[in-house]
């Protein structure tokens, strides 16, 4: 499996949900490097998770363009594929078959998309479950069989949308490492949405952060830290907390304008949230 | 991840095979045992009936006369011919209802502003008994057994339609998003994961279906053609011939039985639900 990664480049970007409505964010400006993986933080309501879903091409801009490798997004394609908070697997297929839908629907031979399907398995640990009903296994298991469904289309960019925030603890942890690993050993970028602080310096290269209503990105700091990444790790921590403090800065720039929201960081859960 | 999956998916296939074939055994013996309990209180009825000297005619109603009659009834081509005739009748009736329920369940489930519109007027064509429609079809149909076919479409059409619809609502709408981000085509999206999605729910809808258009075929059949379980049943009774009547009727649950248990056989495998 071969895959190289893609640069990005979005200029001026803008989104309102209603010709009527407040705009959700307006002129963003945010570009990637071919292979790099991006963190974006931010509370709910911020536009992340849209930010996210108009690059996947599953939304479609009010204004502003985004452009991989100089070329304009228009929609979605399995050069950009997107995974969410739940793997959505299709329960009436088993797991080789729901790896292997998207080959289907690029109508790939049967010979070809077995072959490709294995490697994906394989790449995520899931080779003996092939022919298992993807209702017999567990959260975890089951967010590997959408990785795995993802990473058969050898996308250029893989963007994940809290893509762990409803699995264990380790689970999420493992996940979170063998991503990041599979996507620096076979070159694609990574775009992260998160509200967990740990996940964005374990898994990205740089983390933006958004904040406001309409949402701005107020920084964007680079991670810059070796691999693999310990939870642990000295590094790590003051990563985490130069990352809590930028979070605490910009929700206060951006709250000074709304009116005094301040941000407050669920330590339970090492996730971020707002309160009014 | 090296946990034995083989282990994992069929637990102890020898045990599970095992109870399984304990399982369809005790079905069977259940199956035997309640249609003898059938067949006893038939046979009670009619002889304690028939132990009045002036109801002594309705002998022929029994379970024997019926049964002795049926080998008789096939030879002579009578259920045969009913048998083809009333299929035809409720094939057709049911690729009618499936052709136009399918789709508009569809659209139904999908198109919340639809759903709203087309409730009322088909909640209320729904509650109109399709008997009623009979001196409709009679003059819009040149003939009785398109009439018969369109009440038996109109019969079966609506649980269909409501299946669909409800089987669709039920649909998680982040498949659609994943297939369209994984490149799926508008026909990729209905065959590959529309259909397979309600498959379960649209052959719910069928067995529904099935068992309206069944009571709706035999007193359609009563009056206009020459030919069907409705016809035969009729002609039995006018020609006093009761052990034909009898035979027909135990021909016409049997037939409905086997119906239903291949709706059932269809549910059983396109339901995904755990």
């Known amino acids: 499996m071969s895959i190289r990664g893609v640069e990005i480049n979005i200029q001026g970007l803008g989104y309102r949900y209603s010709s009527r409505g407040n705009p959700t964010f307006s002129n963003l400006k945010l570009q990637a490097r071919r292979g790099e993986a991006l963190a974006i933080i931010g509370r709910s309501g911020c536009g992340k998770s849209t930010l996210l879903h108009i690059v996947a091409g599953l939304n479609r801009p009010t204004e502003g363009t985004i452009e991989f490798d100089g070329k304009k997004v228009d929609g979605p394609s399995s050069r950009w594929v997107m995974m969410f908070q739940a793997p959505h697997l299709y329960p009436w297929m088993k797991v080789s078959q729901n790896v292997g839908v998207g080959l289907k629907f690029a109508g790939w031979p049967e010979k070809e998309k077995s072959e490709r399907v294995d490697e994906a398995l394989r790449l995520v640990e899931l080779q003996d479950y092939a022919d298992v009903s993807v209702q017999d296994l567990s959260g975890g298991q089951q967010q590997r069989v959408a990785l795995a469904r993802s990473l058969v289309m050898e996308p250029e960019l893989l963007l994940l949308d809290e893509p762990f925030s409803a699995l264990d603890a380790f689970t999420r942890a493992s996940l979170q490492r063998d991503v990041r690993s599979i996507a620096k050993k076979l070159g694609f970028n990574l775009i992260i949405v998160t509200h967990d602080i740990d996940e964005a310096v374990l898994m990205a290269d740089r983390a933006v952060i958004m904040a406001g209503a309409p949402g701005k990105i107020m920084d964007e700091i680079e991670v810059g830290l070796p691999d693999p990444r310990q939870r642990q790790d000295p590094a790590v921590q003051a990563m985490r907390s130069r990352l809590m403090e930028a979070f605490h800065t910009a929700a206060q720039v951006a709250g000074g304008a709304k009116g005094g929201t301040e941000a407050e960081v669920d330590t339970e859960t090492e996730s971020v949230t707002q309160h009014a | ?274």
């Open chain 2, 1 to 274: 991840m090296s946990t034995n999956v083989a282990t994992m998916a069929n637990p102890a296939p020898q045990s599970r095979a095992a109870a399984a074939l304990g399982g369809a055994a005790s079905g069977i013996g259940y199956f035997f045992a309640g249609l003898l309990i059938l067949i006893g209180l038939w046979w009670l009825a009619v002889y304690l009936a028939t132990k009045n000297p002036a109801m002594a005619h309705f002998a022929s109603f029994g379970p024997i006369p019926a049964f002795k009659a049926i080998p008789h009834m096939w030879e002579n081509g009578l259920i045969p011919k009913a048998l083809q005739s009333s299929g035809y009748r409720l094939g057709m009736g049911l690729l009618l209802a499936i052709a136009i329920g399918v789709p508009i369940g569809i659209i139904m489930g999908r198109n919340k502003r639809f759903r709203e519109l087309s409730n009322s007027p088909f909640q209320l064509m729904r509650m109109i008994s399709p008997m009623s429609w009979e001196p409709i079809a009679v003059i819009v149909f040149a003939g009785w057994n398109s009439a018969i076919v369109f009440l038996i479409a109109i019969a079966a059409v609506w649980p269909i339609m409501f299946s669909t619809a409800a089987g669709l609502s039920k649909v998680d709408p982040a498949w659609f998003k994943v297939a369209r981000n994984l490149g799926a085509t508008p026909w990729q999206m209905l065959t590959e994961i529309i259909i397979p999605a309600i498959a379960f729910d649209v052959v719910t809808g069928i067995r529904l279906a099935v068992g309206v258009a069944w009571i709706v075929l035999v007193p359609a059949e009563f009056l206009g053609v020459t030919s069907g379980f409705g016809y035969t049943i009729e002609d039995a009774r006018e020609s006093l011939e009761y052990e034909h009547l009898m035979a027909m009727i135990l021909v016409i649950g049997a037939v409905g039985y086997v119906l239903d248990s291949l709706c059932m056989v269809l549910i059983k495998k396109y339901s995904w639900h755990k």
